[in-house]
């Protein structure tokens, strides 16, 4: 397991907090209150380690497939549904929308091989991530890619009450490997796919995605 760039400058800020925190209730909790100061030690060792866990990239066996649109994120499926495509798209399409609890991995990655036609970034509200409007309200970031058989599939990452730091690496014109980093999204939210109305749809809702792993849908 290694841990990602992203969390170089808060896993540095929140050692030095740490460290001075522990000095802090040493010298005022240790000599007095034994006990007080190693529960207080020991929560401060649980949420450090916490922060250390949210920015890991563990090992795994991604999903190379060609004719699959694989899971961008870690998360639970909590929507698959026929919308009105609000943006690039004119017509009806399939969501599917993964939410990430504090928990999960966080990387995000290009769920299918293709060219970058569409990367757009739009202001917008902090609604929790499982929010119905939190799709079309909330601070976003929004992929297109055009798969080499024609067909486009739309990403967005999207921030929620905890989350407001979106961090996406593709431009437009760019063409991008399925399973390569997308981007990272620090402390929970969703990613949302919208797919043509003819892929087939190979999760359901309540089950768990691994990002890079599970095969969302296929062509």
């Known amino acids: ?5 992203e969390g170089k400058a808060t896993i540095a800020i929140s050692t030095l907090l740490f460290l001075i925190i522990s000095f802090v209730f040493c010298y005022f909790l240790c000599p007095a209150y034994p006990v007080i100061f190693w529960i207080l030690e020991i929560a401060l060792v649980i949420v450090f380690g916490l922060i250390i866990s949210f920015f890991r990239i563990p ?48 990387v995000n990655r290009n769920p299918v091989n ?57 431009q437009v014109g760019q063409s991008v490997k399925q399973n390569d980093e997308m981007g990272f999204i620090k402390f929970g939210s969703r990613v949302d796919l919208l797919l043509p109305l003819d892929a087939k749809i190979n999760v359901k809702i309540g089950d768990v995605a691994v990002g890079g792993v599970t095969v969302v849908a296929r062509w």
């Open 59 to 106: 090992s795994r066996n991604y999903t190379a497939d060609d004719a699959a649109v694989i899971a961008p994120c870690d998360g639970k499926v909590v929507v698959i549904e026929e919308v009105e495509a609000d943006e690039y798209f004119k017509d009806r399409r399939i969501q599917v929308s993964i939410f990430m609890s504090p928990l999960n991995v966080h």
């Open 114 to 170: 293709g060219t970058i036609v569409y990367n757009q970034y739009h202001k917008g509200k902090y609604l929790v991530a499982w929010h119905p409007k939190s799709s079309t309200e909330n601070e976003r970031h929004s992929n297109v890619y055009r798969h080499h058989n024609g067909k486009e599939v739309l990403t967005k990452q999207i921030a929620g009450a905890l989350a407001k730091r979106i961090v996406n690496y593709n």
């Open 1 to 5: 397991m290694t841990l990602h760039k």
